[in-house]
Each structure stands twice: as C-alpha cells, then as structure tokens.
C-alpha cells in the first residue's frame, strides 16, 4: 500500500437553515495514497464538492461539520489553526472549480492573480523579484498547455474563452498544489471536446509532477480512464469504493449496479435504464440506508439502521447490508 | 499582431463614450468643474472680493441687480455675486471633508462587516448602522449641531456621524453576497489572508458603486450643509454660505428677492451638477448592454 496522504474517516457535515438541520454528508470516507488518483462519482447533490469543501475547509458559515476527521499527512485539517491552515493551502493542496469564469476575478488581469499566488506558494525562503515570479508564472502557464502565456498574463479573464480559463484556473492550482490536487468536474462548463482535452492534459500534468488526484465528476466516462479508485457517492454517503477495474467489471452495491446500467453504450441495446426516484430530501433523512427508498432489494431492516462498509476484498468495500445476494 | 484583440491598459476612448451617452452627464461634468473653478480661484475672479468677510457699504445696500452689481446687494451693500463664489468653497469643502471622512470608514466597515457575515462583527457594526439610519438624517444633524457650537467644522463633523451607514450598508450587501463567489473561495484555498480577500479580492469589484454614490452623495452633502447654516447651526456669519445668505436674505422678501434667491439657484446648480454627473458615472461603471 502506497504512503498515505488524506484520510477522511466517518464525516459528518450538517447544515443549519431555517426549516431545521440539513444532514447532507452522513459517515463519508475516503482513502488517498502520495501519488494516487482517485475518482468521486455521483448524482447532482449527492455532497461530492460539500465533502471537498470541508477538506480544504471553505464550507459556508452555516456548516457544522458534526463528525469525523480529515487527516491529511497525520494532522486533522479541522483542527489545524488559521496560520496552519494557510500554510497548507498555500503550498500542499489545491483545488480547480468547475466554473473558471466565476473562479477568476474579473477586475484583475490573469498575471496580477497568477502572480499573487505564486509569491506566497513558490518562494516560501526568500521574497522573489518581479521577474523571478513573472517567469515562474509563465512556466506554470505553460505546464499548463496555453500558448503565448506572456499576452495570456496581460489579459483579463473576459477576453478569454472558457477553455483557456480553465486552463489558467489549473496553472493557478499548480501553484499551490505540490501534493494533492481536487479537480471537481474541471470539465463540465466546457464544452466536450475541450473538456476531454483539459482531461487529457490535466493527466498528463498529474503524473509528470506526480501529484494525488481527486477527480469529482457524475460523468463515469470522464473519470475511467483517468483514476485508479473510484468512489461512489449516494446522498451524503459512500456506497462503494473500489479499484476502478473492479468496480466496473463487479459492481456490488445496487446503486452502483444501476448507476452504470444508465450510461448510454455506443454499441446499441435500447436506451439506457434510470434509476427510478430522486435523493431523499436533506431534512427529513432517516437514520436508515440511503439508498433504500430506491432501491429494488430492499428490506424491512435497512430502514433501521444505515450499513457500515463492509471489506469483501481486492480493496474493495461496499455500504450495503446484503451485498452477499444481490 | 499584439495588442491587436488584447488592449493594455483602461481603454479611455470607450469609457468617455460611456459616460458620455447621455448629454446630461456631459453637462453634469461642465457644471461641477465650473464650480470648482470658481472655488478655487474666487479670490481672483470674483469682481469684488473684500465683499466675502466683514464688509460694510451702507450706501449700496440693497440695490437690485444692475450693471455694476449683477446679482444685486443685500443688507450691508455686499455684493450677492462675488459672496456666492465664495459661497461654493464652504459648499465643496462640506462635501470634500465630509466624503473623504466618511467614505473610508463607511467602505472598510461595510467591507469587514459582509466578510465576516453572520457574525460577531457583522451583528455590531450592522445593528449600529441601523441605529443612526433609525433616525432621520437632517434631524440628527441638527440635534448635534445644536448641542455643539455652530460652526463649519461642528457641522461637518454632524453630517459625516450620519452619513456614514449608507455606505456601510452599500458595501455590505456587495461584499456579503461576493463573500460567497467562486473567486474569492479559490483565492482562500490559494492560502489568501483574509486581509488580502477583503481589499484585493472584494473591494475592488465594489468600486463601481462606490464611486457611483460619492459623485450623487456629494450633492446630498451640501444640500444637508446648506440646511444647517439656514436654520443657524452651521457656517456663521459673515462667512459667504449659501445656506446662510439664503436665511438671511428670507428677512427682506419679497421686495428684495434678489439676496435669497441668487444663493439658492446657486445651491440648486451645485446640487444639479452632481447629481448629472452620478447619472454619467453610473452608466460607466454599467454592465455593457450591447
């Protein structure tokens, strides 16, 4: 097993509005190694960016993280002071946004933002000259995959197109992301085939620097090809977790099972199945499964309680009391 | 080829289109740099000068506009005019002094206030921003001014203790809704201090409506200014305040309306200008509709 890097054991996030407490991440887990990528999959709202969120602590002011621990190289980044914090965020750990037009700020020129980042995260022993950050900047740019960086830094985010944003969000991430990168949908605001280019470039940059990886995504097809361990999220809960071969190969929870029986197929066999319903509402959330109210196998005693992961081998763990018979 | 799509720098020729489509804003402009001229440059352009401060000519007193006075005199043979541009220097000093004291501390309040929403802070400086807004403004100026001796610095100080929680709540409902953007969260996941999120991440993407209401405030401000030295709390005689000539011209209408009213078309032309000027600054900082 490969050295550990973030730990995020049994987290419970709530959050308090006016109908009452929303309980939106109920026990997640997730294990990732120096160098490893790692996919989240799930539906709209199931709590992928809540949960990373609460890693790089950005949660909105009326989150409680009621439960759990995030550690991340052995110190729980919950408890970590402000000073802590910063350091860590500066120069371990980075997360690119799925929308790169609202993640840039629109009054400031890409250099002056790029540039900012780089003088706190890449020269931590000594304040760097004008031209030391100017040129580390277009290096990043360049890593990057964006051509003329130098006109690149010139301009204002509204005089780029979305690709090349997406592009200056992931060298901005670069900067600060010497160990662990958080991708959610990096792709999605974009369009397809720019989306699988930034996805190919992006695998390309993750591994020459060996960085880890969590890519967040509800497209399976986006994340196969990319990580080695998958995820799956259903409702503020992990169902499932295995190595993505496994998982696709032998998917055991029922969510799962459906989840991939509702991709589309290009070799033909009819459309594809949904899952009948839609995620329980937050607010009035049981203590059983999850999943239950949906779910074709069912039983009396899955409304009681919500099932711990169960280890059935090959790193391979499913939230799924009758996994055995299904 | 560079710099042929992508422009250096604020691009002057679009903005001054901007601002300039409507005429009024143009005139706007004319009327408050006009004003400010004069201001500045009273002592040399008013046609009789010693007529500011202590002056008596009892001889001319109250004599309609003619040649040689063009607005007329009033009571003590002063010159209407040249006390009227004399008149504008307390008027933009009441607005200068008063902006600049309010502005920043206003903006910086409101900026820590939205930033910390929900808060301690928040909750402090937002519930006595209510407090002094409870109140209405000219009434709370003039029980200030009152208890205080009257003068120009009383009042400005009066006016600004008002002021300031229009800006406060202004910059407060910018920063506490972009308090959320993406931007700012990928600013602090970059390791931003809080301090570098509020004044290079949030502030600069309030200016706009900042300066908007500078440019339409200062009108308000020497209208309030004006109130006072009317009723006698502010600017005291003999200084050539608008506000004061005006009340004290009202003791010799109708016959003599010369003495009031030149002072007070004066108060409204400073105001007016102002206020053309806010409308073209506004459409500036307007998102583009194309």
Not at chain 2, 56 to 68: D, K, M
Not at chain 2, 101 to 126: E, Q, S
Request: charge should be neutral.
């Amino acid at each position: 097993m490969a050295e550990q890097l973030l730990d995020v054991k049994d987290l419970h996030v709530y959050f308090k509005v006016y109908e009452g407490l929303l309980k939106v991440l109920n026990g997640v887990f997730l294990n990732v190694g120096a160098k490893e990528k790692v996919g989240i999959i799930g539906e709209s709202g199931c709590g992928k960016t809540t949960t990373m969120k609460a890693i790089m602590r950005i949660l909105a002011a009326n989150a409680i993280v009621a439960g759990g621990t995030i550690a991340y190289r052995g110190s729980d980044v919950l408890q970590v002071g402000m000073q802590d914090l910063m350091r860590l965020r500066r120069t371990s750990m980075s997360m690119i946004f799925q929308d790169p037009t609202a993640a840039l700020n629109p009054v400031f020129k890409v250099g002056e933002q790029l540039e900012d980042i780089v003088r706190y995260s890449e020269f931590i022993s000594h304040t760097p000259t004008k031209q030391e950050v100017r040129t580390k900047a277009v290096d990043l740019l360049k890593s990057a995959a964006l051509p003329e960086p130098e006109r690149i830094l010139d301009s204002y985010p509204f005089q780029l197109s979305g690709g090349m944003r997406q592009r200056v969000c992931i060298a901005m991430s670069l900067a600060s992301a010497k160990d662990l990168l958080i991708a959610d949908e990096p792709g999605t605001s974009l369009d397809v085939t720019i989306e699988d280019q930034i996805m190919r470039e992006l695998k390309q940059i993750v591994e020459d620097r060996g960085l880890s990886v969590i890519l967040i995504s509800h497209s399976i097809g986006a994340v196969k090809g990319f990580v080695t361990k998958l995820y799956v999220m259903y409702a503020g809960t992990m169902v499932e977790e295995a190595p993505t071969d496994e998982l696709f190969s032998n998917p055991v929870h029922p969510y799962t099972q459906n989840l991939l029986k509702a991709v589309p197929k290009l070799t033909g066999g009819g459309v594809p199945e949904g899952i009948a319903g839609r995620i329980p509402s937050y607010l009035t959330i049981g203590d059983g499964c999850r999943f239950a109210s949906r779910c074709m196998s069912a039983k009396e005693s899955c409304q009681a309680h919500a099932p711990p992961a169960f280890d059935i081998g090959n790193g391979h763990r499913v939230a799924c009391f009758h996994y055995g018979d299904i | 080829m560079k710099g042929a799509v992508f422009r250096k720098g604020p691009d002057y020729g679009k903005s001054w289109h901007k601002f300039s489509n409507n005429y009024l804003s143009q005139v706007g402009l004319g009327v408050v740099a006009l004003v400010a001229v004069i201001a500045i440059f009273a002592p040399y352009m008013a046609p009789y000068p010693s007529n500011a401060g202590f002056f008596v000519n009892y001889p001319e007193a109250h004599e309609p506009p003619n040649w040689i006075h063009i607005f007329g005199t009033d009571q003590f043979g002063r010159d209407v005019l040249s006390r009227i541009m004399f008149g504008f220097r307390y008027s933009l000093m009441m607005a200068v002094v008063v902006l600049s004291l309010v502005v920043p501390l206003g903006v910086v309040l409101g900026l820590v206030a939205g930033y910390y929403r929900g808060g301690k802070v928040d909750m402090v400086v937002m519930r006595c921003a209510d407090i002094f807004l409870a109140v209405p403004p000219l009434v709370l100026a003039l029980s200030i001014c009152s208890v205080l001796t009257p003068s120009v610095f009383n009042a400005m100080m009066a006016v600004s203790l008002m002021w300031w929680p229009w800006y406060t709540r202004l910059v407060y409902s910018i920063s506490s809704s972009l308090r959320n953007e993406a931007f700012v969260q990928a600013a602090e996941i970059a390791g931003a201090s809080p301090f570098h999120i509020i004044f290079r991440e949030i502030l600069p993407n309030c200016l706009g409506p900042i300066l908007t209401k500078i440019t339409l405030d200062a009108g308000w401000v020497i209208l309030i200014g004006a109130s006072l030295s009317f009723v006698g709390l502010g600017a005291q005689p003999p200084i050539p305040d608008l506000g004061t000539m005006v009340s004290d011209g009202a003791n010799f209408l109708p016959e003599q309306w010369w003495v009031s009213l030149f002072p007070a078309l004066a108060i409204v032309l400073v105001i007016l200008g102002f206020n053309l000027l806010g409308d073209g600054v506004r459409d500036l900082f307007a998102a583009e509709t194309v």
